[in-house]
């Protein structure tokens, strides 16, 4: 079977897989010249793990790893193998606490998901799900905009969110969807027990069949003449308001 691999860009994408899992790091790429004390040091941290760092030109490094917003350094890694639904009852399961899950239902932009995976390991989520199609996967932009939390957090793709949600709830986890037309506002609900946010896609909100799935719908009041937040706001608004009533 082969071993799928990527970059990742940047101190910050590098410094969470080293701190996370450093044997998927494989070899890593620095600009010649002048570094930053925090590229420096993480050169060392790669040697002292008998990690094979090679100096290159920028020109050179910018077209090895297909980018330029490298800030100097870039490691190409072994990808996380995919967790499924089945990986995901089992966190449940385990957890100590009541679940907090941030769920995607097909989030396309990949700037968006990784401000989404930042937001949601920052409030402690025990992880974000997502559908394998029509949804963005770990991308080198997921990671840079999640700022490395992409390597910390659990992340699910599952073949039938529907499926995967009703699992969910069969495990004990109620179901809120987010959606602009609800009654009820997220501050006016109970977010203490095990709870899985729900998520629509940037441009069409919920399908339907999530939609219906869900045990409830829960808006975030906003001022008139606004269409909607971004997804990542939104995602960030509700998981906070969990995390301000959960007392952590």
């Known amino acids: 079977m082969s071993v799928e691999t990527d970059w990742l860009l940047g101190p910050n994408a590098l410094?969470?897989?080293?701190?996370?899992?450093?044997t998927r790091i494989l070899e890593a790429l620095v600009e010649d010249g002048k570094r930053s004390a925090r590229v420096?040091?993480?050169?060392?941290?790669?040697?002292?793990?008998?990690?094979?760092?090679?100096?290159?030109?920028?020109?050179?490094?910018?077209?090895?790893?297909?980018?330029?917003?490298?800030?100097?350094?870039?490691?190409?890694?072994?990808?996380?193998?995919a967790l499924d639904?089945?990986?995901?009852?089992?966190?449940?399961?385990?957890?100590?606490?009541?679940?907090?899950?941030?769920?995607?239902?097909?989030?396309?932009?990949?700037?968006n998901l990784g401000a989404c995976i930042r937001t949601a390991a920052a409030a402690g989520a025990l992880a974000v799900v997502v559908p394998k199609d029509r949804a963005v996967g770990l991308t080198p932009t997921v990671m840079r905009a999640s700022a490395g939390m992409a390597a910390r957090l659990p992340f699910v793709r599952v073949t039938n969110l529907a499926r995967a949600l009703e699992r969910l709830k069969k495990a004990g986890v109620?179901?809120?969807?987010?959606?602009g037309e609800a009654t009820d506002t997220v501050y006016q609900s109970d977010l203490t027990g095990p709870l899985a946010i729900v998520m629509g896609s940037e441009g069409d909100g919920l399908r339907e069949l999530t939609r219906k799935t869900c045990d409830?719908?829960?808006?975030?009041?906003i001022a008139p003449g606004v269409e909607s937040l971004n997804v990542s706001v939104a995602a960030g608004v509700f998981l906070f308001e969990a995390v301000r009533q959960r007392g952590r």
């Open 174 to 179: 109620w179901l809120a969807g987010a959606a």
């Open 85 to 111: 639904e089945s990986d995901l009852i089992a966190l449940v399961e385990k957890s100590a606490t009541p679940a907090l899950i941030l769920v995607l239902d097909g989030v396309q932009d990949p700037h």
């Open 216 to 221: 409830f719908l829960w808006k975030i009041p």
């Open 15 to 22: 410094e969470a897989q080293l701190d996370a899992d450093p």
């Open 40 to 81: 420096e040091a993480l050169v060392a941290r790669l040697r002292k793990l008998d990690i094979a760092v090679q100096s290159s030109p920028r020109a050179q490094l910018d077209k090895r790893v297909a980018s330029d917003r490298h800030q100097g350094i870039a490691a190409r890694w072994r990808l996380p193998e």
